[in-house]
């Protein structure tokens, strides 16, 4: 089904996450299944970020989702998913498709949206035909060898992710903690000595301080740094709050001096999948969710944390008419 490109962005979109896919095996976790169909015959477009596809081929893969729960799974989803696009693209096709463009580049993009849209639509066809890896071996057309490469690939491409999150982690804590530094220098001597003496009295200092100070001048920042960047209406940092206080947040936690999170660790790993999860609001649209993650955006202060909705959220907003997510009007 082809649409243009400005038609689509006009859509009620909602991205789901991994979590809701797999809720479509049981049937007592989806009873707001055919509420989903009857929103798609009414234009909304429900569809799946890309790293979720991927997250759900490494699944199949590793057995955690079984063939027939798969194939449960892949035709249920094909009751609502959108015709236009299933799967949603990533990275800088994501912002191509949204119309955010680069500053320093703006007539440079290598965005064809008619071929993003049908590689994307055969992608999720072949995806939702699909039993194991090994149903991919005698098939030979492009999309095939492509999910095929995935299954190859899975590990890295989710490490990779995994060591992009890690890395931006640790360099905002290494930009806070010399932040830190710097103030403890213009503190009474007397005020220094004791923070080495206590622990925990450094702790609670330094804690007031990142909430006091530090937090608020980090999403500014990297607003700023967002707005030279990117070209947008509305401008990138209002389209990405969400994101950009998500990973501040993160980085905060990150920072600590004692119970730090440590973004390395196994329990982490899923942090950087989430966040590119994320990232689909910025088109706008509802981020339709079950997950414990839904608890820590709701204490962001985002106007776009009511954006992000369970099943039978999104069908109570849909049936009352307030679905649709709008921009703020400053």
Known sequence: MFIAQEDFLKKTIIAIDTCICRSLIYDAESTWH????EMKKEGVCICIPDVCTVEL???????????????????????????????LPGN???YSLAKIIES???????????SELINLTNFWTTLSKIESKECLQH????????????FEKIELILQKEHEKYISHACRMRERIRADWESYLEQLPEEQRKQMKKDPQYHDRKFNAWVVKFEKKRFINDDKKQIDKIF?????????????IKYLVDIALGVARYTNALNPESNDRRNDGIDF???????????????????????????????WVVTPSEAVDMWKAGELACKWPDN
């Open 276 to 306: 590119l999860a994320l990232r689909p609001m910025l088109l706008p649209s509802r981020f339709c969710t079950k997950d414990g993650i839904r608890n820590k955006l709701n204490c962001l202060k985002s106007f776009q944390a009511s």
């Open 34 to 37: 055919s509420d989903f169909c």
């Open 57 to 87: 081929l490494n699944q199949l893969k590793q057995k955690k989702i079984p063939s027939d729960e798969w194939q449960k799974m892949t035709s249920r989803l094909s009751g609502f998913i959108s015709d236009v696009f299933p799967v």
């Open 92 to 94: 800088k096709q994501l």
């Open 139 to 150: 098939n030979h057309d492009d999309t095939s060898q492509c999910i095929k490469l995935q």
């Open 231 to 243: 070209q947008s209406s509305p401008v990138a940092s209002v389209r990405m709050d969400l994101f």
């Open 104 to 114: 320093d580049c703006p007539d440079a993009s290598d965005f064809d949206y008619r």
